[in-house]
């Protein structure tokens, strides 16, 4: 039994093997098998017979078992030739997943990177390290790719469609596997650097691994241990992003809240700007150009360690540890801040009011001449309400510069647990693991509301009203320069919050053969049956001023306290039985059940279940499907997220300009969400396209239902030596689906004659619409919104094909490698509630387009229909030469977003140019050259982006700020240009 344990143990862990041979890792995407889950035998110690595995999609062990799921594989030596320094790069590009947030996201990034398989949102698939669920960055449950340990990583398994019944919640989209190097013995030094031609965007990096086998054999530890920073690209250093452009204008275009001061006195006028030379409000002719401080690569620093242990400390029994230790720090940096739009009071006495701004003051507020100029020239101390004025105010504070939030994250998970088999036909493994995420933020560089106006309280240049000797009075009303450092220290107080997540999880699974097999077959039926229990808590903690609604200037939605936990209870069954093998027209059919039960403390009991199989009718063709009734409980955040007010994306506002002074009815839906009548004819959009919404938690949210399945085909054809070829045809559909509306549903849902019948003003959809009291607009205070509530309304669908052709064939001279991996997807629809209308995203982008149900920080991004992935590898004696090809399919701009801003009852709002309302196809190649200098030495150069092609100018209002930023969608299609790099690994 020694023997049979020992085997099992050196060539598998619980699910998945060790190590890919080196010439086939070149293909970027390979279908798992036998070959690809256990590694080259050839790399195997030599005493080590070959054991059982289990692949990513099943927890079974069986030594002849490949899964009935769809299972691709990448492999070390293709993370090696692209050189990538974090996973979430890699896995953004693979066909059928969608962009998420990552390094390319500057404004919307929380410090924590995701994936997001076939466009279904990342709270929709599953991050495992060597099988064991990670412990989440946020509420949502979403593991941050930037702890992963890529030195260590040896290979990565993504399963798409659903494996709930194997892994439980969060898997209805699929599984993402990270399988670690087993049993690494000696030392291993990888070090790179990474510049692009424009000599920015510098990224260093470098792992020391360190491995022993202990005991001949008996056991085995390793380290790793890695450092890694990447400094920014700036928009500002690429042609595409130097100047904002409006996507309906095509002009240079930019924020209202500029430099000189833009105001509004609530008079009827709108919104005027100040005219330095004359000190007169005249209309608007100047906005600020945000592009060039934001960055299309996000600062990033990383320190990482990994160890992994193991000991057989007697027949049957081995012990086994796992220890994660991250820190991460990413720095977003953004345009300077501002009032933006928020409501002050101001001293008619002041002593920076230029006479026209005085006098427009005065007429707007029923003053004459005389009452005037005895206001302006008062002695008396400012009083909010007394003897001052209100009126919406956008200054640019650029005198203070950028802002800088730096989030870091500190991350530490330890899981250890035994293994071992009872008797020969029964395996055994029990475990415990627990994990906690930090994510603390520290931002400067954005002021206070409150400090802002307790500065422009003041009737002389040096003391304020409020008695405060620091308080430094602020002079708004001057050319760029005015603001002092004096001042702008003042309104200047860092804020800081964290997120704290923590998950515990006890496992146990007894897997193994009957020791019998069905009457038509050689192997015995396999099965695995196991129960886990986990827990997850999450809280946020902020200071006062983040707890503040529009306390802080420029950052978005208030931050309160908030705090959520959940556990649940799961057992579960799987059972793997070959029907027929080696018959004519059956070289194998075997068949796959499962299911699993979970009790969730907060959504209830569910049951989820699958059934698949294989069948291969000879020893080179194999049918494989899988059909799977899945669930998703709510997180954290759908749960508890308490309500807030924060910023959307959306170019347009139905009530703006002067369609309501003639359009009685949409007059009257604008005065009923709140707008003052002397704001009709001169509301605006929000300039910088980011109106307001009001989402939050929904205590009553149930359980969301998915039903996927898969079918297909794997070819290894015995007449064509090499060549594999796997198509599968995956449909996932969510009914009851968690989901928020967009931006665009909630307004089409007043505003849109079809949805609200003679636009009738009291219907609840327009009425819980709230508006700025001050200007009508949809933004410039808390108390203005539009709501995106959670609830179980939505439905999401999506279907598609996945292809893979890999071929090797040795041409004498050379070694030859092609692969080819292809992703064609159908259909990606979402449709928020009964109510709004059906969405279909696959190949269009728009504001309202992006992740189906993913929430409104994952809105935006771009699915096209058709990409692939094809590498083409000459590998001589001691240099590897290989091409990667990248395809993304042409893209179009949403016909529905068309159609509603054509029939919003507002011939202003006006869809985008003609001219960004296509992408053309995106063609990229990068070349890798390894030179294997000695036998334990080899040097790699990879030039990404080789042809330098520019990404497609689409205007900056198109889409959501996360993914449509510096006039393109910079996470989609490469915006920093020709990069190289190059890598060197020492081995002893």
Same mark, same amino acid.
């Given at each position: 039994?020694? @023997?049979?344990?020992?085997?099992?143990?050196?060539?598998?862990?619980?699910?998945?093997?060790?190590?890919?041979?080196?010439?086939? @890792?070149?293909?970027?995407?390979?279908?798992?098998?036998?070959?690809?889950?256990?590694?080259?035998?050839?790399?195997?110690?030599?005493?080590?017979?070959?054991?059982? &595995?289990?692949?990513?999609?099943?927890?079974?062990?069986?030594?002849?078992?490949?899964?009935?799921?769809?299972?691709?594989?990448?492999?070390?030596?293709?993370?090696?030739?692209?050189?990538?320094?974090?996973?979430?790069?890699?896995?953004?590009?693979?066909?059928?997943?969608?962009?998420?947030?990552?390094?390319?996201?500057?404004?919307?990034?929380?410090?924590?990177?995701?994936?997001?398989?076939?466009?279904?949102?990342?709270?929709?698939?599953?991050?495992?390290?060597?099988?064991?669920?990670?412990?989440?960055?946020?509420?949502?449950?979403?593991?941050?790719?930037?702890?992963?340990?890529?030195?260590?990583?040896?290979?990565?398994?993504?399963?798409?469609?659903?494996?709930?019944?194997?892994?439980?919640?969060?898997?209805?989209?699929?599984?993402?596997?990270?399988?670690?190097?087993?049993?690494?013995?000696?030392?291993? &030094?990888?070090?790179?650097?990474?510049?692009?031609?424009?000599?920015?965007?510098?990224?260093?990096?470098?792992?020391?691994?360190?491995?022993?086998?202990?005991?001949?054999?008996?056991?085995?530890?390793?380290?790793?241990?890695?450092?890694?920073?990447?400094?920014?690209?700036?928009?500002?250093?690429?042609?595409?992003?130097?100047?904002?452009?409006?996507?309906?204008?095509?002009?240079?275009?930019?924020?209202?809240?500029?430099?000189?001061?833009?105001?509004?006195?609530?008079?009827?006028?709108?919104?005027?700007?100040?005219?330095?030379?004359?000190?007169?409000?005249?209309?608007?002719?100047?906005?600020?150009?945000?592009?060039?401080?934001?960055?299309?690569?996000?600062?990033?620093?990383?320190?990482?360690?990994?160890?992994?242990?193991?000991?057989?400390?007697?027949?049957? &029994?081995?012990?086994?540890?796992?220890?994660?230790?991250?820190?991460?720090?990413?720095?977003?940096?953004? @345009?300077?801040?501002?009032?933006?739009?928020?409501?002050?009071?101001?001293?008619?006495?002041?002593?920076?009011?230029?006479?026209?701004?005085?006098?427009?003051?005065?007429?707007?507020?029923?003053?004459?001449?005389?009452?005037?100029?005895?206001?302006?020239?008062?002695?008396?101390?400012?009083?909010?309400?007394?003897?001052?004025?209100?009126?919406?105010?956008?200054?640019?504070?650029?005198?203070?510069?950028?802002?800088?939030?730096?989030?870091? /994250?500190?991350?530490?998970?330890?899981?250890?647990?035994?293994?071992?088999?009872?008797?020969?036909?029964?395996?055994?493994?029990?475990?415990?693991?627990?994990?906690?995420?930090?994510?603390?933020?520290?931002?400067?560089?954005?002021?206070?509301?409150?400090?802002?106006?307790?500065?422009?309280?003041?009737?002389?240049?040096?003391?304020?009203?409020?008695?405060?000797?620091?308080?430094?009075?602020?002079?708004?009303?001057?050319?760029?320069?005015?603001?002092?450092?004096?001042?702008?220290?003042?309104?200047?107080?860092?804020?800081?919050?964290?997120?704290?997540?923590?998950?515990?999880?006890?496992?146990?699974?007894?897997?193994?053969?009957?020791?019998?097999?069905?009457?038509?077959?050689?192997?015995?039926?396999?099965?695995?049956?196991?129960?886990?229990?986990?827990?997850?808590?999450?809280?946020?903690?902020?200071?006062?001023?983040?707890?503040?609604?529009?306390?802080?200037?420029?950052?978005?939605?208030?931050?309160?306290?908030?705090?959520?936990?959940?556990?649940?209870?799961?057992?579960?069954?799987?059972?793997?039985?070959?029907?027929?093998?080696?018959?004519?027209?059956?070289?194998?059919?075997?068949?796959?059940?499962?299911?699993?039960?979970?009790?969730?403390?907060?959504?209830?009991?569910?049951?989820?279940?699958?059934?698949?199989?294989?069948?291969?009718?000879?020893?080179?063709?194999?049918?494989?499907?899988?059909?799977?009734?899945?669930?998703?409980?709510?997180?954290?955040?759908?749960?508890?997220?308490?309500?807030?007010?924060?910023?959307?994306?959306?170019?347009?506002?139905?009530?703006?300009?002067?369609?309501?002074? /003639?359009?009685?009815?949409?007059?009257?839906?604008?005065?009923?969400?709140?707008?003052?009548?002397?704001?009709?004819?001169?509301?605006?959009?929000?300039?910088?396209?980011?109106?307001?919404?009001?989402?939050?938690?929904?205590?009553?949210?149930?359980?969301?239902?998915?039903?996927?399945?898969?079918?297909?085909?794997?070819?290894?054809?015995?007449?064509?030596?090499?060549?594999?070829?796997?198509?599968?045809?995956?449909?996932?559909?969510?009914?009851?689906?968690?989901?928020?509306?967009?931006?665009?549903?909630?307004?089409?849902?007043?505003?849109?004659?079809?949805?609200?019948?003679?636009?009738?003003?009291?219907?609840?959809?327009?009425?819980?619409?709230?508006?700025?009291?001050?200007?009508?607009?949809?933004?410039?205070?808390?108390?203005?919104?539009?709501?995106?509530?959670?609830?179980?309304?939505?439905?999401?669908?999506?279907?598609?094909?996945?292809?893979?052709?890999?071929?090797?064939?040795?041409?004498?001279?050379?070694?030859?490698?092609?692969?080819?991996?292809?992703?064609?997807?159908?259909?990606?629809?979402?449709?928020?509630?009964?109510?709004?209308?059906?969405?279909?995203?696959?190949?269009?982008?728009?504001?309202?387009?992006?992740?189906?149900?993913?929430?409104?920080?994952?809105?935006?991004?771009?699915?096209?229909?058709?990409?692939?992935?094809?590498?083409?590898?000459?590998?001589?004696?001691? &240099?590897?030469?290989?091409?990667?090809?990248?395809?993304?399919?042409?893209?179009?701009?949403?016909?529905?977003?068309?159609?509603?801003?054509?029939?919003?009852?507002?011939?202003?709002?006006?869809?985008?140019?003609?001219?960004?309302?296509?992408?053309?196809?995106?063609?990229?190649?990068?070349?890798?050259?390894?030179?294997?200098?000695?036998?334990?030495?080899?040097?790699?150069? /990879?030039?990404?982006?080789?042809?330098?092609?520019?990404?497609?100018?689409?205007?900056?209002?198109?889409?959501? /700020?996360?993914?449509?930023?510096?006039?393109?969608?910079?996470?989609?299609?490469?915006?920093?240009?020709?990069?190289?790099?190059?890598?060197?690994?020492?081995?002893?």
């Amino acid at each position: 039994m020694k @023997a049979v344990f020992r085997s099992r143990l050196l060539v598998s862990s619980l699910l998945i093997g060790t190590t890919l041979s080196a010439h086939p @890792a070149f293909a970027q995407i390979v279908p798992q098998t036998e070959e690809t889950a256990t590694g080259d035998a050839s790399q195997a110690p030599a005493d080590v017979p070959s054991g059982d &595995i289990v692949v990513t999609g099943t927890l079974i062990r069986n030594p002849n078992l490949t899964s009935s799921s769809p299972v691709n594989v990448v492999g070390q030596e293709e993370l090696a030739l692209r050189q990538s320094n974090v996973a979430e790069e890699v896995l953004r590009s693979l066909p059928g997943v969608v962009p998420s947030i990552g390094s390319s996201v500057n404004n919307g990034n929380g410090g924590s990177s995701f994936v997001d398989l076939r466009g279904l949102g990342p709270q929709r698939n599953l991050v495992l390290l060597n099988g064991s669920r990670l412990v989440p960055a946020d509420f949502n449950g979403q593991v941050n790719l930037n702890i992963i340990p890529l030195a260590l990583v040896d290979r990565v398994d993504v399963l798409t469609g659903g494996a709930t019944t194997t892994y439980g919640a969060d898997a209805v989209s699929g599984v993402v596997n990270f399988i670690t190097r087993k049993d690494f013995s000696g030392l291993e &030094i990888n070090a790179s650097e990474q510049i692009t031609e424009r000599g920015d965007g510098n990224v260093f990096r470098v792992d020391l691994t360190t491995g022993a086998n202990l005991d001949d054999g008996r056991g085995n530890v390793t380290l790793s241990v890695g450092y890694q920073k990447a400094k920014p690209v700036f928009q500002g250093d690429r042609d595409v992003s130097i100047a904002q452009v409006d996507s309906v204008t095509g002009e240079e275009s930019g924020s209202g809240t500029t430099v000189p001061i833009r105001l509004n006195l609530g008079d009827g006028n709108g919104t005027l700007q100040l005219d330095p030379a004359s000190g007169n409000l005249v209309p608007s002719y100047q906005f600020f150009n945000f592009n060039p401080y934001n960055v299309f690569q996000t600062p990033f620093e990383r320190y990482s360690l990994y160890t992994a242990g193991r000991y057989e400390v007697a027949d049957g &029994i081995e012990a086994y540890a796992e220890g994660l230790f991250s820190k991460t720090k990413v720095s977003t940096v953004i @345009a300077p801040s501002g009032t933006f739009g928020l409501s002050y009071q101001i001293p008619y006495n002041s002593p920076f009011l230029p006479a026209g701004v005085l006098n427009a003051a005065c007429a707007a507020n029923g003053l004459d001449a005389a009452a005037c100029a005895a206001a302006a020239s008062s002695t008396a101390t400012p009083v909010a309400g007394q003897n001052t004025f209100g009126a919406t105010l956008s200054r640019r504070f650029t005198e203070g510069g950028s802002r800088i939030s730096e989030y870091t /994250t500190q991350l530490f998970q330890f899981r250890t647990g035994l293994r071992g088999d009872v008797g020969e036909h029964l395996s055994y493994d029990v475990s415990g693991s627990y994990g906690e995420s930090e994510n603390t933020s520290r931002s400067t560089g954005q002021g206070l509301f409150s400090r802002t106006q307790a500065a422009l309280l003041a009737n002389n240049t040096t003391t304020c009203a409020n008695g405060d000797a620091a308080c430094v009075p602020l002079n708004l009303f001057g050319p760029e320069g005015s603001i002092t450092p004096e001042m702008f220290a003042y309104l200047n107080i860092p804020t800081t919050s964290a997120t704290k997540t923590s998950l515990a999880t006890v496992r146990g699974v007894l897997s193994g053969d009957f020791g019998f097999a069905t009457p038509g077959a050689n192997d015995a039926v396999g099965f695995a049956v196991g129960a886990e229990y986990r827990r997850y808590v999450a809280e946020s903690t902020s200071d006062l001023s983040s707890q503040t609604p529009d306390e802080v200037l420029g950052a978005g939605a208030a931050n309160p306290d908030s705090r959520g936990t959940y556990n649940v209870k799961e057992a579960f069954a799987e059972i793997i039985a070959p029907l027929v093998q080696d018959r004519p027209f059956f070289h194998n059919l075997t068949l796959e059940l499962g299911a699993r039960y979970s009790d969730y403390s907060t959504a209830g009991s569910n049951w989820t279940w699958k059934a698949g199989g294989n069948w291969e009718p000879t020893n080179w063709i194999k049918v494989r499907g899988n059909y799977q009734k899945a669930t998703r409980a709510p997180n954290i955040g759908e749960l508890f997220s308490p309500q807030v007010t924060g910023l959307d994306n959306f170019a347009t506002d139905p009530c703006q300009g002067a369609a309501p002074v /003639t359009n009685a009815q949409l007059r009257a839906i604008c005065l009923a969400q709140g707008a003052p009548a002397s704001s009709i004819g001169s509301i605006e959009a929000e300039p910088s396209a980011q109106p307001n919404n009001r989402t939050g938690g929904n205590l009553d949210l149930g359980v969301e239902k998915a039903t996927t399945w898969t079918a297909g085909v794997v070819v290894t054809p015995d007449f064509v030596p090499g060549l594999t070829i796997s198509a599968d045809y995956y449909n996932i559909k969510v009914r009851d689906a968690i989901s928020q509306p967009s931006f665009g549903d909630a307004l089409n849902a007043c505003f849109l004659e079809s949805n609200n019948p003679g636009l009738d003003p009291t219907n609840p959809a327009c009425t819980a619409i709230r508006r700025n009291p001050a200007t009508g607009g949809l933004f410039g205070t808390a108390g203005a919104y539009v709501p995106l509530p959670y609830s179980n309304s939505g439905r999401i669908w999506t279907d598609g094909v996945d292809l893979t052709i890999n071929y090797r064939r040795d041409l004498q001279f050379a070694k030859l490698d092609l692969s080819f991996a292809g992703n064609w997807t159908n259909a990606s629809k979402f449709q928020a509630t009964p109510a709004s209308v059906i969405r279909e995203c696959v190949g269009y982008y728009s504001n309202s387009c992006g992740s189906p149900g993913a929430g409104i920080n994952f809105r935006g991004s771009i699915q096209p229909e058709w990409s692939f992935n094809q590498r083409t590898t000459l590998s001589f004696d001691k &240099i590897d030469v290989s091409l990667l090809w990248r395809y993304v399919d042409k893209m179009e701009y949403e016909p529905l977003a068309v159609e509603e801003l054509l029939n919003d009852n507002n011939p202003d709002t006006d869809p985008p140019l003609e001219q960004f309302r296509r992408i053309k196809a995106a063609h990229y190649f990068d070349l890798a050259t390894r030179f294997a200098a000695t036998e334990n030495f080899d040097f790699t150069v /990879t030039v990404t982006n080789l042809f330098d092609k520019d990404p497609p100018l689409v205007g900056n209002t198109i889409g959501s /700020t996360s993914f449509n930023s510096g006039n393109t969608y910079p996470s989609t299609y490469d915006a920093l240009g020709r990069r190289f790099a190059f890598g060197a690994k020492l081995r002893f």
